[in-house]
Structure formats: C-alpha cells, structure tokens
C-alpha cells in the first residue's frame, strides 16, 4: 500500500450564487474549507469578529468549485497495481470529477469516500474537480424532498448530514462551511488491502487479550497471512483464497489495567495488524489499546428507581464530566496541540470524562488517543441533534455507513465509556410538541432503537449504548409510541437540567435528587480580553450590537439579569457588569455540583455544559473561545476536586459532606465553626472521619451551628486538612459583606509568578482576572473565600511580577459587588 497525499497546487472559485467576489480564484489549502481559503487571500475579515457573521452569510449561499492537477506517470500506471482516490472527509454536498468523468455525488461530512479511478488516471496531468453545492441551499431543498421536520432553529440542519452547529447553534456562530475538510490521497495497492480494521483488548484476571478482525478487500484470490503483535507477543492467521473476512488473537500472561484519571494508571499497549501476501508485507495499521473492564450498571434499586453508575475494573466511579463542542467554528484549525491544551486543561479541573455532544462532530483520532492517554473517559453522542430526522432515504443510507465507520473507527480506544444515540431527540419526541406537528412522519425512532444498537451489537459489542440523553433505562419503541419511563426523569438514568437557566433560580437545583445528570449549565461572559477582542463596540455595553452578536441564547441578557438579581445587583458600568456575571455562572454551577455530589452514590456523576467554545461569545463555556479559563473553570476544579469539604441543606437538615475521591484511606478531622464576618467564632463542632477510597461521610450539623443569630453577618466554615466549606446564611445583596480589604505580595518563580493575597477582612470568591495584566496568562486557582488574616497563593503563569495585580478590576471578589 503506498499513499500519496495530494494536498498541493488546489485552487478554489465561486461557480455561482451571490459572491462578492465576482470570478477570482484563490489557492485552497487541503485539508482546510473556504473560509480559511478567503481568510489565507485577504479577501474576507476574521468571522469571529464584530458582525462580521452576518457579512458573511452568503458564502454559505454560494456553490465553490475546488479543482487540483496532479501527474502519474506511465512507470506507475504500468505496475498493475489498482490506484483508489480517498477522500478522509468532505464538507459536504458535492460533485467529484476525475479527468471529466463524473465519480460520485456526495452529501455527507461525517465519512470518508473511496472511488477505483485505476482505469481513468493517465500518464502526465490528471485533474481532479470537487464542486460544492451551496449548503445552505442543499439543506432547504432536501428538507423538501424528505418534508419538514421539527427543530429549535430556522435552517433544516437535519436534512444533510454536515455538522447541526455549523448552521448556529445557541452558542455558535453560523459559518455553512464548504470544503475538504479533512486529507485527500491516492492509494495504490496489489493483491488486497485492510479495508477495516477492528482492535479489541479483553482483561481477565491478570492476563489479557488482544483481537483483530479485519474486513479484506481483494484485487486478487491469493492465500494471505494476517498478523497481530502486542507486547512481544505475536500471532498469524491464514486468510484463505477467496476469503475477506479473518481474526487473529494474541494472549498476554500479564496486563496492567487502564483507569480513568484518579482511579489509577492509564498503561497502553501497542497493536500492529500486518497483511501479507507470500511473505511480504502489503499493507498494515497501528492500533493503541488499554486493558479495563466499563459497564454501566442500570438495575433497579429497591424502590424501582434505576440508576446509571459507571463502574470500571469492577469499581464505581462518580462522574466528573463536561460536554465538549466542536473547539473552533471552522474545525479544520483544531491540531493535535490545541486538543492537547485543551484537554489538559480538562484534567487539570479534576474532570474524569468529556461528552463529545451529538451536534458536532466525530473528532479525529488524536482527540481519542489524547483522552486515551491523560484518563479522560469519553461519551460519544451519534450527531443527532435537538431535532426530528427523516428515517428515509438518502439519510438513511447515509446515516448507517458513517454510523459504522465512524464506531469501527473509535471503538478499540480504552477511554471510550459509552455511545449514545442522541441529544434530547427522545425527549423532544414527547415533551415539544412534534407529535402533532409531525402527523405520523418519522422522527429518527428507528436509528435510534435499531439501527445503532445493531451497529454497535455487531462492530463492538464491548461498548456500551444508550438510545439516547437524556435516556431513562426500560424505555423502548414499540413502533408507534416510546413505552417506559419519561426520558427525563429524575428517578432513571440520565437528566437533563435546564429549567434553572431558562426560568428558575439556580438554588432550585436542590430541589433534584437525579441518579445521573448528563447536561445543566449557566451562561457568562467570555474573559474580559476576549471580549474586548472580539467585540469593538464604543461604548462597549451589554446590550450594544456588537454583544448581541456574541450572545445567541433565546433572551440570553435577560436570563442572565434574571438569575444574577436574586443573588447580587446589577451593576452599572461594563466592567463590573461582566465579573458579575462571570461570577454568578460560577456560584450557580458549582450550588448545583457540590449538591448532585453530596448526594453521591445515589447521584452517580454530573456532566456540565459545557468545556470549551468554538469562537468569542457569552455562553456556558468554562473556556472561552481564545482558550482562556473563566471562573467557572475553577468551580468545575473546585467542586470535582478529589478531596472536598462542603455545607450542604439535606434533607436531615444543614450538613457537612466531607468527598474522598482518591484511591488512598483519608482520615482526619474535620472542624466546623460559626463565625462572624468579623472572624469571631460563635460555635464550634468537631468531627472525625475515616474514608475509604471514593467514600464520603456525612456530619449533621449541630443546632448552634445551624443556627444564625444574624443571617447578614454570619457563616459557616468547615474545614480538614487543606480542604473548605462555605455556608452563607444570606445571599451576597442581603449580607454585610464588608468592602474588599485586601494586601498584595509579589514574588517571581521560575516558571511565572508568585501572588500572595491576604485578607484583612472577610473576602468571599477572591479571584484574579490574570488575562487583564497579560493576555495570555493563566492561574492555578480562584473563587477562594478568605477570613481575615488568612492568606492565599496565586500561582501565575505568563505574567511579569511588574503587573498590577492588585488592581481593582484584576484582583476581583464578591465583595465589590455588595459593599459600596
């Protein structure tokens, strides 16, 4: 097998629709789509910027013709080998021609395509012409074609298998990309070729397996040989004349088990998968495999409620997760370094598991092999998304190749947990109202049902599925109807929270007890330096246009006025506007984690959106889109940090939950006082604790404890061995919080700097708005409440000790928001 990349000497032109830029044609760049073709010629501005999203929108309404001249020579055409041309991805509706002769028509961006061209190559120049259809355009005329379904935005993303968010999403700017998003070659090849490879690694006991089964495609009935090496070990398998299909297995007397992040080591191994034909090698593939055994354990408790708890070598683990989007708008700009920093950055939240969410994008290996690598367990949604699908033909068809390709693609991976058919589709089924509107049309019932359990029952069967999230197990599809439980009840399986964000309070969040939360979450503001980035507005204010743009939530502003009043006023000028509202996405998702975790095992893990953004926008991110940390990041670290100590109101009454989420016994003490803002100690309890490892205990608190004399002016603080929790007997508007009394200290270390903050007074959520001193800072810590005289260090990287930390608008907390 030889592959040769043709990525060089691509050109790209408008072919019709509303261009601008009448017949230019500009260089392409393979892999890579029009837009950063346009961005390369200078010819359009940044998207991301300003509104230059709706300046924009007719490239979506364009057909673009991509076309590439590469030579073969009469040496190659005469080896007798069979030439094959390979799109890894295409982006998306298009016409592919090779040398005037029409290949194929394509319509899906989530598969790769594969065409003989042997009998059409000739020796000296062969062209090869891609011509996109307008995916704007394409989508409106197939929703046509298969009749309009139900979903929550104005374009028929369903009708075409291209990636939902690239039509806009309530946190993504609408980019209707076309191009060739991913690599093009040609592959020559004798005799046959691994037309899939499939890796399964099998622990039992201390010993372990490894399988290869292999799908063959011949170009000749020779005899072939089938290899598989692990860890010194190999074995060979004699594929006979004629036969397509083998597998070879290879025992290993010892195996290191792979854990999630905190559970344990994440050790893999090396497969490689040789074909041979008399001897010689033909072709080959590379596979990196871990050795853990994943279920999910849904059996019913007593009371019938049925649970969703991950357990992994035979050990539950809670769930410490968030969803994951797509990292840019245009996906083609996403390398292995920044899935690497960005899934760093996830570990380093004490986050054990990424949701790739079901309205981007299957991403590319090195995404998986990262996970696979730092711990990180992954739940793959199938990309449906928040709406009904036509269950005819072509999606269809479609929908089962890129189904198959894509599980055969991801499924040996150790961190993969689970794959899900959907996102909401089920619960949109019932609660929505598309049964009435579809009036007997299919939704997407039979993917969801049949054909992807059958798919991953046949192609890994070692992974688990669920039909879709939120899912309640024992539901079903009787043909007619979803029978079972509700798909959103809290009692089974997974849950979806949004009513806090769209209508209620976030305290309400304890009014759940959920077995699993699988999507909830609360909007803010980018960092103040991606903001103002991004946005040029003069002046710059929460409703000026330019922040309008960079806010696509359905009256996103006002839920966001609405779920800050309760807790905090709403300030005046921008920039205290935008630290309130940073820190009140943090104060809402971290009430509702420490409380789903208070309630671990019942609750068996919780799962927010989300990680990451895909351009500059006010969203429920804990990244931004210029990859830098917002508070909420630091609540997702705190929260799911492996020891923790919180106040929680259960239903016993106000209590301590003290979380050990490590693999080591922890025991101590843990003391609990009253205190004044002042720091004077009102009462006092101890208590003393022995945990085993993912164990938590449980201490009522005392009623002098429990108990305020002066709800404005008091708190609770329990503390053990390094580890805080806060209680606060009023909200921040209602308390006495004093104004920010603060000294600052700076040393410089070797790898940034050293600033230690002391409190003179109560602080409540100190924390450091690094980027505001230099763009590209980081910090290690924030949201860290202070009595007076304590002190805190901030650990700080790409910052120069000159900066003014101690600035008012750098050095930030709850206090500036409460005292005048």
């Known amino acids: 097998m030889i592959r040769r990349a043709l990525h060089e000497g691509w050109s790209v032109r408008a072919a019709g629709g509303p261009s601008p830029l009448g017949e230019v044609t500009v260089p392409a760049v393979v892999p890579g789509v029009i837009h950063t073709d346009l961005l390369a010629a200078g010819l359009i501005p940044d998207p991301y910027l ?72 000739v020796a000296g120049e062969n062209r090869l012409v891609v011509a996109f259809r307008s995916p704007v355009r394409a989508a409106n005329e197939q929703s046509v074609a298969l009749g309009v379904r139900q979903r929550p935005y104005p374009l028929p993303y369903e009708a075409i298998r291209k990636s939902a968010c690239n039509f806009g999403w309530d946190w993504g700017i609408a980019t209707y990309t076309s191009g060739l998003w991913k690599a093009v070659a040609l592959e020559s090849w004798s005799l046959a070729r691994l037309a899939d490879v499939r890796v399964v690694a099998t622990p039992e006991g201390d010993s372990g397996r490894v399988t290869a089964t292999v799908q063959v495609e011949r170009a000749a009935q020779t005899a072939l040989e089938l290899a598989l090496e692990v860890a010194g070990s190999r074995a060979v398998a004699v594929i006979a004349a004629g036969e397509t299909a083998a597998s070879v297995v290879v025992d290993l007397d010892t195996v290191e088990r792979w854990w999630p992040v905190g559970y344990g080591a994440q050790p893999l191994y090396d497969a490689t998968v040789t074909l041979s034909a008399d001897g010689t090698r033909i072709d080959g593939a590379a596979r990196r495999v871990g050795f853990r055994e994943l279920a999910w354990n849904t059996d019913a408790d007593a009371d019938g409620s049925r ?69 990180l367990l992954t739940w793959q949604d199938f990309l449906f998304a928040c709406a009904a699908y036509a269950e005819e033909e072509p999606l269809r068809s479609e929908i089962a190749a890129e189904a198959r390709e894509n599980v055969t693609r991801i499924a040996h991976h150790a961190s993969l947990a689970l794959l899900t058919g959907n996102n909401e589709n089920l619960w949109g089924y019932e609660d929505w109202g598309w049964q009435e509107l579809l009036d007997g049309k299919t939704w997407g019932a039979h993917y969801y049902y049949d054909l992807l359990p059958g798919v991953v ?83 710059l204010t929460p409703e000026s246009p330019g922040m309008i743009v960079h806010q696509k939530a359905l009256d996103g502003n006002v839920k966001l006025s609405r779920g800050l009043v309760k807790h905090y006023r709403i300030p005046e000028d921008m920039e205290t506007w935008h630290w309130a509202m940073q820190l009140n996405q943090a104060n809402a998702v971290s009430a509702a984690l420490d409380w789903f975790r208070a309630h671990a095992p019942f609750t068996s893990g919780a799962v927010v959106w989300q990680l990451n953004d895909c351009w500059p926008v006010t969203s429920w991110a804990a990244i931004d889109g210029d990859a830098r940390e917002k508070p909420l990041y630091f609540a997702l670290k705190n ?150 005289g304590e002190s805190h260090t901030f650990q700080v990287r790409g910052a120069s000790a000159a ?6 608008e750098v050095l930030r907390s709850g206090n500036q928001l409460v005292a005048s």
Request: a negative charge; charged letters at 20%; one cysteine or more.
């Open 50 to 121: 300003d509104d230059n999203e709706s300046a924009l929108a007719w490239i979506g309404l364009v057909d673009w013709t991509y076309e590439d001249a590469f030579s073969v020579t009469a040496a190659e055409l005469a080896t007798g080998a069979r030439h094959d041309l390979v799109f890894d991805g295409i982006d998306t509706v298009a016409a592919v021609t090779l040398n005037g002769v029409h290949l194929a028509d394509v319509a899906n961006q989530h598969r790769s395509y594969r065409f003989d061209v042997t009998s059409l190559l």
């Open 307 to 375: 649970p969703f708890q991950l357990v992994v070598n035979g050990t539950p683990v809670f769930v410490k997760g968030v969803n994951w989007i797509p990292d840019d708008a245009l996906p083609v700009r996403v390398d292995r370094a920044r899935y690497a920093d960005r899934l760093t950055q996830a570990r380093d939240a004490n986050l054990n598991l990424i949701r790739v969410w079901g309205g981007g994008i299957y991403e590319n290996d090195d995404f998986y092999d990262l996970c696979d690598e730092l711990g």
């Open 457 to 539: 029952a046949e192609l890994a069967p070692h992974v688990p599925y669920a039909p879709g999230s939120p899912f309640s197990p024992g539901m079903g599809w009787d043909g007619t109807a979803q029978t079972g439980p509700h798909p959103n009840d809290e009692k089974h399986g997974t849950m979806h929270l949004w009513e806090q964000w769209n209508r209620e309070d976030w305290t309400t969040y304890r009014t759940f007890r959920p077995r699993f939360v699988a999507e909830f979450g609360w909007q803010g503001p980018p960092a103040w330096t991606t903001l103002t980035r991004s946005v040029s507005d003069s002046p």
């Open 639 to 788: 929260s799911f940090a492996p020891r923790t100590v919180v106040v929680q109101p259960l239903a016993q009454g106000l209590s301590v939950v003290v979380s050990n989420d490590t693999v080591e016994t922890w025991r101590d003490e843990v003391t609990i006082t009253r205190r004044a803002f002042d720091g004077t100690v009102l009462a006092r309890q101890t208590a003393t604790f022995d945990l085993a490892p993912h164990d938590s205990a449980t201490v009522l608190l005392a009623a002098d404890i429990a108990t305020e004399t002066n709800a404005a002016a008091e708190l609770i603080v329990a503390d053990a061995a390094g580890a805080r929790g806060v209680w606060f007997f009023a909200e921040p508007r209602d308390s006495a919080l004093p104004a920010q009394q603060t000294r600052v200290a700076v040393t410089e270390t070797p790898d940034g700097v050293d600033v230690v903050v002391t409190a003179d007074a109560l602080v409540r959520d100190l924390t450091l708005l690094v980027d505001k001193v230099a763009a590209n800072a980081r910090v290690d810590s924030a949201l860290v409440t202070l009595l007076p």
């Open 803 to 808: 900066a003014d930390f101690a600035a008012p």
